[in-house]
């Protein structure tokens, strides 16, 4: 094994005259399947082709682009991981100080849509040579979508970046086709028949449908949703549709149909591939790569969900279908994760986008694809849904078998409506009893049932459920272990009614959440499509959405209301809801008035009263969940 070529330098070293392609990615060079840069570069190495690695590079000219001199086939592009734009603004648009994927966490490495400034950068460099590009950022975005940090509809990555092809999803399959057609001779424009990919054209074909197009989206919200509804209902590998949207007079661009994904035996060969399983030495001076962290013993097991949160844009990248990798590769990588010489003894996931899915949704998907106007698990598990976690329980059983294994978590996500479905409970006694340690955290993201309907999450009644199912659980096998949860503020439905309701969700579980996330309208979901136009563009209904700022910083100080910094914000949401009973002393209350507390506070110094302040706001979640759970357990 060896890392692939980052100079010129090792190019001359591997006896190259010249590269097959130029992958640019905007994070640092990780050589491990947890990175779609390494995936592809290690998919294309295995095909015969040279591929050298642009990493990051220097974005303000196209010299760092010249680097390797001309690719011979193709520039292939992504903007890393994650999505630039997130990568670098926080949810309140704030540039972030820090990037997880770059050398020592160092910020500033990464442009702002990346994608598009790397491929206009590639064209600078050498007019003549394809531009691919692909990765989430660019699988998002590769319609007319709306850009939250502009907050206007943008065009096509398509059009902006001035690429030749976009690869949308998981790309292993299309970035072989793409390059044996190149390698062939056959030119970039011409190559349009590829699932997986969107391309440019003066006039479709007539098995395309048309979407609106961008100008209509751009000027029409109703417009927009039915854009949307398209290409949400398409989005499927057996009953999706070709589809277009006109730009100009003479431009379209074109969705091929999604690929198939892949299957067990394909996903072991990809997850198997000669990976160094470590980010390159060169940035060992500078730090190492934080993220890599929290993967390098972590082991994927599956691809795709079923799920549907509305919020989330997986489903659009990665699919609905769901596909897993065989025990026997997952229980051989690691077996050879223990075999590192900085190996603790744990393992910290096996898992992945949903860690206890493993398998298609049902046997209906498989012959006619995915239901265009049904969920698998909202508003509850339908009757044709697969639910069984035994082949999961037989990977895990494996992994922690192993010699050298102390623990196996899951930290990728449990899907608790999924696993109270199960009739069989053995799966839950023995995540209870193997793969917690202390606190489950789990994602149940609202309380409000009204909330949850627009974010596709199940009724506040089924978390409830599985709570006492994890109770009984850390009962039979004789541990104190606790279920923390994560919420999300300011999503669309949620009005100041529903954010107090939450509120008092948090108080009667006795901690406050450390971080608050504030829902983050990011391109290509359903949620940011309500967010944008104030409509479900899958029933047209109406939607109320917290756009103001400062009513989105209510909504998160309510969750946090024993932070005294949050007093203010706090009594103005509880005043905009008629809900003054929470202002008082008794346990009910969320906050005190004023004026009785600088009277209770009078005798005490100023250094005393610091200090009470610091106890309550450094008090954690887990101290003070844990004693509301003793207190509950007394009670029983």
């Not at 003549?128 to 989430?136: E, Y």
């Not at 109320?544 to 005294?564: D, S």
């Not at 209350?589 to 004023?594: A, D, S, T």
Request: hydrophobic content about 30%; overall charge positive.
């Amino acid at each position: 094994m060896a890392f692939l070529p980052i100079s010129k330098q090792d190019m001359k070293d591997r006896g190259w005259e010249q590269a097959d392609f130029v992958l640019v990615t905007g994070d640092a060079y990780v050589d491990h399947h947890s990175f779609g840069t390494a995936i592809i570069s290690r998919v294309l190495e295995s095909c015969g082709y040279r591929v050298a690695i642009l990493a990051q590079p220097d974005y303000k000219s196209c010299e760092d682009f010249k680097r390797f001199g001309r690719p011979r086939l193709a520039y292939l592009i992504n903007s890393g991981n994650v999505d630039s734009m997130v990568n670098n603004f926080s949810v309140f648009k704030h540039r972030r100080k820090t990037d997880i994927y770059a050398p020592g966490g160092r910020a500033g490495k990464r442009p702002d849509r990346a994608v598009i400034v790397y491929s206009n950068r590639a064209r600078e460099a050498y007019k003549d040579v394809p531009v691919v590009i692909g990765g989430l950022e660019a699988s998002l975005r590769r319609f007319a979508h709306y850009d939250y940090w502009e907050d206007r509809v943008r065009r096509s990555i398509l059009m902006d970046s001035r690429a030749d092809l976009l690869i949308y999803g998981m790309g292993e399959r299309a970035i072989i086709e793409i390059a044996e057609a190149l390698d062939s001779g056959i030119e970039a424009k011409d190559i349009c028949w590829i699932k997986g990919t969107c391309f440019k054209t003066a006039e479709p074909d007539d098995d395309v449908d048309i979407i609106p197009s961008f100008e209509e989206v751009r000027d029409d919200k109703k417009a927009y949703c039915k854009s949307f509804a398209m290409q949400y209902r398409n989005n499927d590998c057996i009953s999706g549709r070709r589809l277009a949207q006109k730009y100009d007079s003479n431009t379209y661009v074109v969705q091929n149909m999604p690929q198939m994904p892949l299957e067990r035996e394909e996903l072991d060969h990809v997850y198997e591939l000669p990976y160094e399983g470590e980010y390159h030495p060169v940035y060992e001076r500078q730090g190492g790569i934080p993220g890599f962290n929290e993967v390098k013993f972590s082991i994927v097991s599956c691809r795709g969900c079923f799920g549907g949160c509305a919020f989330c844009a997986l489903t659009y990248h990665q699919g609905r279908e769901v596909r897993s990798r065989s025990a026997e590769s997952i229980v051989n990588e690691a077996r050879g994760l223990t075999e590192k010489k900085d190996f603790k003894g744990y393992i910290h996931d096996v898992g992945g986008p949903t860690a206890n899915f493993r398998h298609p949704s049902c046997s209906k998907q498989l012959e006619r694809g995915m239901c265009k106007n049904r969920d698998c698990l909202y508003p509850k598990p339908c009757r044709e849904l697969y639910v069984d976690h035994s082949d999961y329980l037989d990977v895990l059983k494996q992994v922690r078998a192993l010699p050298k294994v102390k623990k196996v978590f899951i930290r990728s996500g449990i899907r608790f409506d999924y696993m109270v479905a199960d009739p069989d409970k053995t799966f839950l006694n023995e995540l209870v009893k193997y793969h917690v340690s202390g606190q489950l955290r789990v994602a149940p993201e609202h309380v409000s049932d009204e909330v949850l309907k627009y974010m596709g999450k199940p009724k506040h009644a089924v978390y409830e459920g599985f709570l006492k199912e994890y109770e009984k659980a850390n009962a039979r096998t004789g541990k104190q272990q606790y279920a923390v949860p994560y919420f999300m503020s300011s999503h669309p439905g949620c009005t100041m009614k529903e954010a107090v309701k939450l509120a008092e969700y948090v108080r009667d579980l006795g901690f406050t959440p450390e971080q608050v996330q504030d829902f983050y309208p990011t391109p290509s979901t359903l949620s940011t499509c309500m967010y944008y136009t104030g409509i479900h563009p899958l029933t047209g209904e109406k939607v109320y959405v917290p756009k103001n700022p400062h009513e989105k910083a209510i909504q998160r100080a309510l969750m946090q209301y024993k932070n005294p910094e949050n007093r203010e914000l706090i009594l103005e949401g509880l005043k905009m809801t008629g809900r003054m009973d929470l202002v008082g002393f008794g346990p009910k209350c969320l906050i005190h008035p004023r004026e009785l507390r600088r009277k209770n506070s009078k005798g005490k110094n100023p250094e005393s009263r610091s200090t009470d302040r610091r106890n309550l706001k450094t008090q954690t979640r887990s101290s003070a969940h844990e004693k509301y759970q003793k207190k509950k357990n007394k009670k029983r």
